[in-house]
């Protein structure tokens, strides 16, 4: 397990410098320049091309992407914005616990939702809840993320006034974002949840317990659950890694001061250090939720822990 855990973050490293060098290069192609969009188009050009040169956008491609990387490997520096005049680093830990707080909010809320009625759905297969589960699934599964934030935030903030509408310096705040971003998750783990279910207890082993006499709810529980939140797990770790990208839709809606405010304010400034250190701190972080959720498997599934203890040799 070791060994695997060991080559998995040395895999990290050429998926970080791609990372790196593909929203480097998409940063260098879109049209405009830093000194351009901070002073303003009636900025004298002897300014502006001042501005550029203390920021080193003056030089050439490959040595300002090399540098950059050079910076992190060799000093562990993020840089330091072009808007802010701050370092980078300080602003990511700044913002990123309002978007962690939401990212776990979320996917506790989604998976509660989506888990618990996806199996209560595969239970009774073809009842009136049933149906009712899959039709509402559908529903928020095809629902528009930002039409449901502002949905919710117009009849509980704007028309009941009973929660706040932005910001992130209180519980409360965070409410109306969960909602927006668990609801739509939500609708695909039920929908994952319930198929994985229906295809579990119908396998021999399942017959099996049953025909030995093992009641219901230790069949649903003990045997096909443990099998069936194998996908589950992996839209889970895929789904939290995503919100941990911001949930920019959510932060957007309700003017959340998160990671997903804050790479859109940096693309728009072109503020290529904020951009350039949000995404490789988030991809660092997901890398480490991908890996979290392998190791994770070992426990889920016996064999897969098996396979780590051998060490993945074949057997002759």
Known sequence: MTKYVVKRILYMIPVLLGVAFLVFTILSLTPGDPGSIILGITAKPEDIAALNAEFGYDQPFFVRFFQYIGDILFHFDLGTSYSTRQPVIDT???????????????????????????????????????????????????????????????????????????????????????????????????????????????????RTAKAKGASNKRVIWKHALRNALLPVVTTLGGGFGASLGGAIIAETV???????????????????????????????????????????????????????????????
């Open 92 to 206: 990511i830990l700044a913002r990123f616990p309002n978007t962690l707080v939401l990212a776990l909010l979320s996917m506790c809320v989604s998976s509660l939702i989506g888990i618990s009625l996806g199996i209560f759905s595969a239970v009774r297969q073809y009842s009136v809840m049933d149906h009712v589960c899959v039709v509402v699934a559908l529903v928020f599964a095809s629902m528009p993320g930002f039409w449901l934030g502002l949905m919710l935030l117009i009849l509980f903030s704007l028309k009941l006034g009973w929660l706040p509408s932005f910001g992130a310096s209180s519980l409360r705040h965070f409410i109306l974002p969960t909602l927006t971003v668990s609801l739509t998750s939500a609708a695909g783990l039920l929908r994952l949840t319930r198929s994985a279910m229906l295809e579990t207890i119908r396998q021999e082993y399942i």
């Open 254 to 316: 309700f003017a959340m001061p998160g990671m997903g405010t804050l790479m859109t304010t940096a693309i728009r400034q072109k503020d290529i250090p904020t951009v350039m250190g949000a995404t490789l701190f988030l991809a660092v972080l997901f890398s480490f939720v991908i890996l979290f959720v392998d190791i994770l498997y070992a426990f889920i599934d016996p064999r897969i822990k098996a396979k780590y203890q051998n060490g993945g040799k074949k057997r002759e």
